[in-house]
């Protein structure tokens, strides 16, 4: 599957940002799906993931509560929903899809085998 994740961008503390990450080469429905980030400097870390069906999700502590993962299998694509930014949000947001027979939502990066390029958010005070 080749990933496409879109919709970063400059936004102010405070503001709410959608990011997009657009699927094709296969049904995104095989596929539990998730997002990282990596800030300047540091290593690319689990932000959140979302089950085949988008009935279960697993955010980490720093986001739970300010970030929503969806998913929308018809249009083959997955959606994180940032809101109440700040500026420690900062960084690359990478989609990941993973396609083991489990119903485990992984939190590692050697978990996922495919990986889209990234989309930069900046947040600025």
């Known amino acids: 599957v080749q990933l496409q994740a879109s919709g970063g961008g400059l936004v102010l503390a405070g503001d709410s940002l959608r990011l997009s990450c657009d699927a094709s080469?296969?049904?995104?429905?095989?596929?539990?799906m998730a997002w990282f980030r990596q800030a300047p400097g540091k290593e690319r870390v689990f932000v959140g993931a979302?089950?085949?069906?988008?009935?279960?999700?697993s955010y980490a502590d720093s986001v739970k509560g300010r970030f929503t993962i969806s998913r929308d299998n018809t249009k083959n694509t997955v959606y994180l929903d940032l809101n109440s930014v700040s500026r420690e949000d900062t960084a690359v947001y990478y989609c990941?899809?993973?396609?083991?027979?489990?119903?485990?939502?992984?939190?590692?990066?050697?978990?996922?085998?495919?990986w889209g390029q990234g989309t930069l958010v900046t947040v600025s005070s």
């Open positions: 990941a899809a993973d396609r083991t027979n489990t119903q485990y939502l992984f939190t590692a990066v050697n978990d996922y085998a495919s």
């Open positions: 080469g296969r049904s995104l429905y095989s596929y539990k």
């Open positions: 979302i089950s085949r069906s988008g009935g279960t999700t």
